[in-house]
């Protein structure tokens, strides 16, 4: 699975838009790029996936560039619940489920 | 309501003492997971199945041992536990669609510390 790489630590206004980038410039065509968060030490929560189009649910989107080699999370209206450590991984269909989290990007979300 | 379940939360026993740690989900998924999480090593998988009776190792499955008899259920087994052991656990299911994993529902988590 390609290696991913995300800022430490962000912060973001309540209210705001959040966007977390991430990049992984050795993706190759089979894998996806899923996004998951973990809320302190709690069990991972899964938020979206995408291969090649942006895609967006009711968490949030995701704009995966062109070339695929980035890609942005969006959370459009922060809450103080979203503070979280973001994780984004790169996953091939056939890795068997396995997800491995990388450092992630610590988002926090004032007031 | 859809979850994954784990039990117990919390466990603090001594090295050699056999436990389990259970893992149920209500959500029919075909695959499940166990995961340890350390600071500074991320998440690990231990073990993962794709199906009753199907069981394969993760990265990490020395010192553990799991069995998939029922489609909900998928324990986690340390026969003998020791200090190394001591982490964060967690489970997961997903539904496997041609073949293929997406979303993963992950439990709540087992912090367990061997004495």
């Known amino acids: 699975d390609a290696k991913t790489t995300q800022p430490t630590s962000m912060d973001c206004a309540e209210g705001r838009a959040a966007n977390l980038p991430c990049n992984h410039s050795?993706?190759?065509?089979?894998?996806?790029v899923y996004w998951y968060r973990q809320i302190h030490s709690q069990g991972p929560q899964y938020i979206i996936h995408?291969?090649?189009n942006n895609e967006t649910n009711e968490m949030a989107s995701l704009i995966i560039t062109e070339d695929r080699k980035s890609s942005t999370l969006i959370l459009p209206h922060a809450t103080l619940r979203d503070t979280a450590v973001y994780y984004c991984?790169?996953?091939?269909?056939?890795?068997?489920?396995?997800?491995?989290f990388g450092q992630g990007t610590i988002l926090t979300v004032h007031p | 309501e859809a979850q994954v379940t784990q039990n117990p939360r919390y466990l603090i026993t001594v090295t050699g003492k056999k436990l389990t740690v259970t893992c149920s989900q209500n959500?029919?998924?075909?695959?499940m997971s166990w995961y340890r999480q350390d600071p500074g090593l991320g998440l690990r998988q231990i073990y993962y199945?794709?199906?009753?009776?199907?069981?394969d190792k993760g990265d990490v499955p020395e010192g553990y041992k799991v069995s998939r008899k029922e489609k909900r259920n998928f324990p986690l087994i340390l026969e003998s536990p020791s200090p190394n052991q001591t982490s964060l656990y967690f489970c997961?299911?997903?539904?496997?669609?041609?073949?293929?994993?997406?979303?993963?529902?992950f439990g709540p988590g087992t912090r367990l510390t061997v004495t």
């Open positions: 997961a299911s997903s539904l496997l669609t041609a073949g293929t994993i997406y979303e993963q529902y």
């Open positions: 050795t993706i190759s065509g089979n894998e996806y």
């Open positions: 995408g291969l090649k």
């Open positions: 991984i790169v996953r091939a269909r056939t890795s068997y489920g396995k997800l491995t």
């Open positions: 959500m029919n998924h075909e695959y």
């Open positions: 199945s794709m199906n009753v009776e199907v069981t």
